[in-house]
């Protein structure tokens, strides 16, 4: 096979598994105009068409979805054996992939890791910060960043940060004109700043606990985001109350702009745990980033070792599930 029709697969295999020419140029840093013509002199050559086309979305023909099935994984068997030979190499190199939200981009994975690109200058990392839950290997990650309930049980997980503590927090200058809550019921009689989960579209509902009993409560407010940045910000301006992770908090609760309220209604969760899949070729570059950012004495983990309500993957953004009102 000509060198040209496997770098036109390639670009095949993008546009089919985004169903997306535009998201696939984005990934591949071609403009969409260049994916649209190469897959129609690929679809010339092999004289089938590969993809179905209408003004709102793209999805492989049979013979696409066939192509997509049997092609695609050899190409990526390929890959890894080339990363495995490069890496005979004395020096970790390559580009490592790794997909969290902005907050642990700032807070733990670039000031853990920035020390050490110096050293390594054929090292190269990607960042993506994104809200939704992806599938790290369809999605071509090296590593993904969540919560320790969201990995799945097929994934090797190493934890990055102890358990996360979360918090209610109001700035003083909206309590100097609201009562201090003190029940679930009295939160929703407040003004919440809520967040909208990317993937879904629903707006997340708080997950609390009182006793060890988890209640997942739907509240209301005029600002909804799509970040805890933006919520924490929010919240120190004195648009309402918001529930962050500790961390995020901390700086705001340090300096008195942000008051904690309701601490024994805030639940802790698992930490954060990079994750990469079992089947991947394991590459020196690969294991230098695991090994940098992993929190010390942080082990691989398994779906048994985690807390019962953890299973219920809450997010924050975390995985999308259903949530029930709570009255009471």
């Known amino acids: 096979m000509a060198r040209e029709n496997i770098n036109d697969i390639v670009v095949f295999i993008a546009v089919a598994r985004e169903r997306s020419f535009t998201r696939a140029a984005a990934k591949?840093?071609?403009?969409?105009s260049a994916l649209s013509h190469i897959v129609r002199s690929l679809e010339a050559r092999l004289g089938v068409r590969l993809l179905t086309r209408t003004t709102r979305s793209v999805s492989p023909t049979e013979a696409g979805e066939r192509l997509l099935?049997?092609?695609?994984?050899?190409?990526?068997?390929?890959?890894?054996e080339l990363a495995a030979i490069s890496d005979l190499s004395e020096t970790p190199a390559g580009n490592i992939r790794i997909t969290a939200i902005d907050s642990v981009i700032d807070t733990v994975l670039w000031p853990r890791l920035a020390p050490i690109l110096p050293k390594y200058p054929d090292l190269h990392v990607e960042f993506n910060a994104d809200y939704r839950?992806?599938?790290?290997?369809?999605?071509?990650?090296?590593?993904?960043?969540?919560?320790?309930?969201?990995?799945?049980?097929?994934?090797?997980?190493?934890?990055?940060?102890?358990d996360v503590q979360t918090v209610i927090v109001g700035s003083p200058g909206y309590f100097e004109w609201h009562t201090k809550p003190a029940t679930a019921q009295d939160l929703l009689r407040h003004n919440c700043i809520t967040l909208r989960l990317a993937s879904s579209g629903g707006i997340y509902a708080w997950e609390l606990e009182k006793d060890g009993k988890p209640i997942d409560l739907r509240v209301h407010g005029q600002a909804v985001f799509?970040?805890?940045?933006?919520?924490?910000?929010?919240?120190?301006s004195g648009c309402g109350l918001a529930f962050l992770t500790e961390d995020l908090a901390a700086p705001y609760l340090a300096d008195g702009r942000l008051v904690s309220v309701m601490q024994d209604w805030c639940p802790t969760f698992p930490g954060l745990h990079a994750y990469y899949p079992s089947r991947r070729h394991s590459s020196r570059a690969l294991g230098l980033i695991i090994d940098t950012i992993r929190h010390a004495g942080g082990d691989r983990i398994?779906?048994?070792?985690?807390p019962s309500r953890a299973r219920r993957q809450p997010d924050l953004p975390r995985t999308e599930h259903q949530f029930e009102d709570v009255r009471r």
């Open 69 to 80: 099935q049997n092609v695609a994984p050899r190409l990526e068997e390929i890959e890894a």
């Open 28 to 32: 591949l840093g071609l403009t969409q």
């Open 133 to 162: 839950m992806l599938d790290i290997a369809a999605d071509r990650f090296d590593i993904g960043v969540r919560y320790g309930d969201q990995v799945e049980k097929d994934m090797i997980a190493v934890r990055l940060t102890p």
């Open 302 to 306: 398994s779906d048994k070792r985690l």
């Open 226 to 236: 799509t970040n805890g940045y933006h919520m924490a910000n929010a919240a120190v």
